[in-house]
């Protein structure tokens, strides 16, 4: 008859509950995997199966999963899951915004559409930029980089009652301001074209008061503005990549200075 013991049970349990919740929190906010979208239960499964394919390449403390520890350990695995997911989220995010800044120079800002990966209303040139980035991201296997970085998150920062600590934080922190900061790097040139675009119907108004400028200056820039996202996407393209390089070396430095 085969015996086992608690502690045996507790270290077979943990084996795969630690990971899982890290593995959950980072799906749970992830881009992509954590959109509106995407029914909970499928981030459920998606989340179980990374766990029982990662869990054992994963060192793990045998605690008493009713012990005070283990709820301390719960609630840094979350945290640190939460924290890799939502820094990944921001690039998404700093990409969005550049469209809606674009789009506040074209006079787009009233066109309006619903966003399936947040659930809300944000202007199509955002929207449109969204898509484009979600593609570009999954083509350049960025989801699969974002698993691998999960995975060495593991090793950088093993699975305990350590989380990220201040430094970790105020890192995670330093790096929202990339939601800014990339927005502009997005939408720099489109703002740059559109400025002398208006410019240019300022000029024309002063040197012609009788023209009804926002009879012609509206369909002008509105036509403008449409080429100039169409020429401006190879740009944005090259800018989200940067973004995402900068991640990928944000997620690792930010595990490996927690863990230190």
């Known amino acids: ?69 283990s709820f301390a350990i719960a609630i840094q695995q979350m945290i640190i899951g939460l924290a890799l997911g939502f820094a990944a989220q921001l690039i998404f995010e700093a990409v969005a915004m550049g469209g809606q800044l674009l789009a506040n120079s074209m006079g787009l800002s009233f066109a309006m559409n619903v966003d399936p990966l947040h659930g809300t209303s944000t202007p199509v040139v955002g929207q449109f930029y969204t898509i484009i980035v979600t593609l570009t991201f999954l083509a350049l296997n960025g989801h699969l980089v974002l698993i691998e970085s999960l995975l060495q998150s593991f090793n950088l920062l093993p699975v305990g009652t350590a989380g990220l600590g201040s430094d970790g934080l105020w890192m995670l922190v330093n790096f929202g301001g990339t939601l800014f900061s990339g927005a502009l790097l997005i939408a720099l040139p489109g703002l740059a074209a559109m400025l002398i675009v208006n410019f240019g119907l300022g000029v024309m108004s002063r040197a012609a008061p009788s023209l009804n400028i926002f009879a012609v200056g509206f369909p002008a820039s509105l036509a403008l503005g449409l080429i100039v996202v169409l020429l401006g996407l190879p740009a944005m393209q090259s800018g989200f990549i940067k973004l995402s390089n900068s991640l990928w070396l944000f997620l690792t430095s930010m595990t490996n200075a927690a863990g230190a």
Do not use: H, N
Request: glycine fraction near 6%.
């Open 1 to 69: 008859m085969i015996t086992v013991s608690y502690e045996q049970l507790m270290q077979w349990i943990g084996t795969y509950f630690w990971p899982f919740l890290r593995i959950g929190a980072c799906m749970m906010v992830a881009p992509i995997f954590g959109a509106r979208t995407v029914p909970p239960r499928a981030r459920l499964v998606l989340s179980a199966a990374l766990t029982f394919l990662l869990a054992p390449m994963i060192k793990t403390p045998v605690v008493d999963l009713l012990s005070g520890p």
